[in-house]
């Protein structure tokens, strides 16, 4: 779902998708992939509309609706057969400000490559756009397809900006079809989409299904194909993929559903077992953790949640998203509610994910109530158990006593950080809210500098490290410096030096000529360091 696109970022924060800050568009670089021969006030309004809607939409109004895009499912999905009685499906497509011409392709792929006979309607769900195209226009639009489709499509407008959550809540009660399928309206369904998923959902009416996502570039419109993964999040709850399992693999059935930790927000699951395990949590605002939470309640509750590769849709990935300009205060924010709905005693971790303190964070996540009615009501199991059942690649951090920045009583004002990325040279800057400013206390004595990793096996944690020459810390793989033996263990308590155990050197900050600070590893001139949030006591 999110990648990274091709125009560099404004945003220094490294997070993998990051896209909250509505980037400065650099039209020539836009233009430069796409677009020549335009003239001047072409491109002036190809620049317009893509500032306005996050993806080229001069390029989207050009293409046909019934384009076709490549087949990107494996050979042998084109083998299988399906039953001939099927359960009847709803799609629903939510948005919010997206261009006509992208819902258009949207239904026209629905229509075109979904059987007629089992696509019994398509709820549109408009989450309070404000563009005029999607007034009357979209209304006459939606008039002209029924006179071919009768009453095929409906349309469905929020008064009012309710969020993801709620206008995927919104679609699904208004469905009536046996399945449902909740989408996204920047997507074009590829062919036999819908008979893996319904087929499956047959089988089981507790699986909640996602197809595979391929990408549609946002200025191109060309598609990448994606390969099949499952689908996981970090600690902040923020979703990634993951590899499919060796289970799986060494099954040697390339067809066969893959079961996931998680999915990415696009789902199709049973009508009524969907609505009775509760839907999405309408708590949930803008954007994000819908997901999560989704998928712990499923797998938690009874269900299951599979990824199924012959089904496969293929989805816009836009440079920006038109309803926030920073993401991370809807993210970290749904993300503690989750945490509070369903993570019991890990739930720590998130907060720890978000340098927040544990107790007061000062975040409203809103009543959660209901949710824990329904973990009450449905007999869920822990998250204890997903975590050791369902998804034990993602491992909580028992040993951190202490996070977030640090600083040196010489100044306040500055923070340790991890420097540029890609690099290991941590720096002191002045203090920010971004992760490279997170630390994490071991009680081995390990400090993990940057964002926090969930999963020791896929990415790796960096440690600040005392080479044991020059003055320079550096950051190293925690696993790697560890093996060879480097110096990465620290002494540190609160309001007193950090010092390395083996070279018995301290990590101070020293005044340049330029009177900016460098970080240096000196015998010990007694500075000392405050740490922002304590987990526990460390008494050593
Ligand atoms: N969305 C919405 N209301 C909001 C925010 C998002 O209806 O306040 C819709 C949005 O239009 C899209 C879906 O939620 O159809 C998922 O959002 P988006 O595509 O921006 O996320 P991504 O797919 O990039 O994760
Ligand atoms: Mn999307």
């Known amino acids: 779902m999110e990648q990274q696109g091709h125009v560099e970022w404004e945003n220094a924060e ?57 087949d990107t499912r494996h050979a042998r999905c084109l083998q299988k057969t399906y039953p001939a009685q099927l359960p009847s499906l709803s799609v629903i497509l939510i948005f919010m400000n997206e261009a006509l011409s ?27 756009s404000s563009h005029g195209e999607l007034k009357a226009r979209l209304n006459k639009t939606i008039k002209l397809y029924n006179q071919n489709y009768p009453a095929l499509l409906k349309l469905i407008r929020h008064t009012e900006r309710k969020g993801l959550a ?13 399945v449902v399928a909740i989408l996204d309206a920047h997507i074009e369904v590829n062919v036999g989409w819908a008979e893996p998923i319904l087929s499956r959902i047959q089988e089981d009416h507790t699986v909640v299904v996602s197809p595979v996502f391929d990408k549609i570039d946002f200025n191109t419109f060309k598609l990448e194909k994606y390969e099949l993964a499952t689908v996981g999040f970090d600690w902040k709850l ?27 927000g696009i789902l199709a699951a049973n009508r009524i077992f969907l609505t009775k395990i509760g839907a999405l949590d309408g708590g949930m605002l803008v954007y994000g953790g819908e997901n999560v939470e989704l998928s712990l309640r499923v797998w938690q509750c009874g269900g299951k949640i599979e990824i199924l590769p012959c089904s496969r849709v293929a989805h816009l990935e836009r440079y920006h998203k038109p309803y926030a300009m920073d993401l991370r205060i809807p993210l970290r924010r749904n993300a503690l509610r989750v945490a509070e709905s369903w993570m019991d005693e890990h739930k720590y971790m998130v907060y720890l994910a978000w340098n927040m303190p544990i107790k007061n964070s000062g975040i409203d996540y809103g009543d959660i109530s209901s949710r824990k009615a329904l973990r009450e009501k449905l007999k869920c199991k822990t998250f204890d158990w997903y975590l050791k059942t369902i998804y034990p690649l993602l491992k909580p951090i028992p040993n951190i006593v202490c996070y977030g920045r640090i600083k040196n009583s010489l100044d306040e004002s500055v923070c340790l950080d991890r420097g540029p990325v890609p690099g290991n040279s941590p720096k002191v800057k002045p203090c920010s809210e971004f992760s490279a400013q ?41 696993s790697q410096a560890a093996q060879r033996g480097q110096h990465i263990y620290w002494d540190f308590r609160q309001g007193k030096s950090i010092k390395n155990k083996d070279t018995a050197r301290c990590l101070e900050i020293r005044k340049d000529p330029s009177g900016s600070y460098r970080l240096v590893l000196e015998s010990c001139t007694q500075q000392t360091w405050k740490i922002q949030h304590i987990v526990r006591n460390w008494g050593h």
């Open 238 to 264: 923020w979703c990634q993929y993951d590899p499919v399992p060796q289970a799986w693999i060494d099954a040697g059935d390339v067809t066969a559903p893959v079961k996931s930790p998680s999915i990415m």
């Open 102 to 128: 992208i819902i258009q392709r949207a239904i026209t792929s629905i229509i075109n490559r979904t059987p007629p006979q089992l696509l019994k309607e398509i709820i549109l769900v408009d989450d309070f």
């Open 166 to 178: 709620q206008a995927r809540n919104t679609g699904l009660g208004a469905a009536t079809a046996d």
């Open 14 to 70: 490294f997070y993998p998708g990051w896209k909250g800050v509505k980037a400065r568009l650099t039209p020539k670089k836009l233009l430069q992939q796409w677009g020549k021969g335009l003239s001047e006030a072409q491109q002036k309004e190809a620049q317009y509309l893509f500032l306005e809607f996050g993806y080229n939409v001069f390029l989207s109004d050009q293409l046909p609706y019934n384009r076709s895009i490549p």
């Open 438 to 478: 997170s630390m994490y206390y071991l009680f081995s004595g390990e400090f993990y500098v940057g964002e926090l990793i969930s999963k020791e096996d896929i990415h790796e944690q960096y440690c600040l490290t005392d080479s044991g020459h020059g003055e320079d810390p550096t950051l190293e793989l925690c």
